[in-house]
């Protein structure tokens, strides 16, 4: 069975220019997540989805991030304006409760902002 | 991450056990997970214990809880150099919440 697949893996930008990044996680899985680690760090969760609705959403910085999960399956993130200090990594992850919510991440996508 | 909490470091020979040792503050906990992390990839699961459990044991891997001290703890036996990785330890909290709750991990080097 396939895992959580991310994409791009790496990404360096410019700062002020827009990054997207992609999620397709493990099928059947309703609830998906964005999570980002900076170095060092633990995860902080970004968002949270059932399904397609996010429940999660307090530590997403609104004014320049955004998600989407528009069918309920894949999801993608975006990031526009990069500023320098959003140089971190973007895990996305997903759970079920057929699973026992066990949480499952990608690889993860590591942004350089320049 | 201020409520659960790791050392951050952790040296040991190849051959030898390795404890990785976490403190978690809410006694609400349902589910104590280790990740693993090595440099470039993602957070990889190691294994979970559910809080009714003090023990649980997978192949060269032992978790043990104790729920009275909030105190949890992976012991790796055989280190490998393959195990030199950061390890993190995670804690969901009741409720219909799937926040974890992460420590800051702890850095685990094993030398030949």
């Known amino acids: 069975e396939a895992g959580v697949v991310q994409s791009p893996r790496y990404k360096i930008i410019e700062k002020k220019q827009p990054v997207a990044f992609w999620c397709n996680p493990i099928s059947g899985h309703n609830t998906l997540y964005w999570y980002r680690q900076n170095l060092g760090q633990g995860p902080e969760l970004l968002i949270r989805?059932?399904?397609?609705?996010?429940?999660?959403d307090s530590q997403l910085p609104k004014d320049r991030f955004s998600a989407e999960r528009l069918k309920g399956v894949d999801s993608t993130l975006k990031i526009q304006p990069a500023e320098l200090g959003d140089s971190a990594v973007y895990l996305c992850?997903?759970?079920?409760?057929?699973?026992?919510?066990?949480?499952?991440f990608g690889e993860g996508s590591w942004l350089t902002v320049v | 991450g201020e409520d659960v909490e790791q050392s951050l470091f952790l040296s040991v020979r190849e051959g030898d056990s390795s404890v990785i040792n976490c403190t978690y503050t809410d006694s609400s906990s349902t589910y104590l997970y280790w990740y693993k992390q090595e440099p470039g990839a993602g957070l990889q699961l190691l294994t979970y214990?559910?809080?009714n459990m003090d023990m649980k044991q997978d192949q060269r891997l032992t978790v043990l809880l104790n729920k009275k001290d909030k105190h949890l703890s992976l012991r790796i036996a055989d280190t490998q150099t393959g195990d030199s990785a950061i390890y993190f330890c995670?804690?969901?909290?009741?409720?219909?919440?799937?926040?974890?709750?992460w420590g800051l991990g702890t850095s685990l080097a094993v030398n030949p």
């Open positions: 995670a804690e969901r909290r009741g409720g219909n919440n799937r926040k974890l709750i």
């Open positions: 214990i559910f809080s």
């Open positions: 989805y059932e399904n397609e609705e996010a429940v999660d």
């Open positions: 992850a997903s759970s079920s409760a057929a699973a026992g919510n066990t949480i499952y």
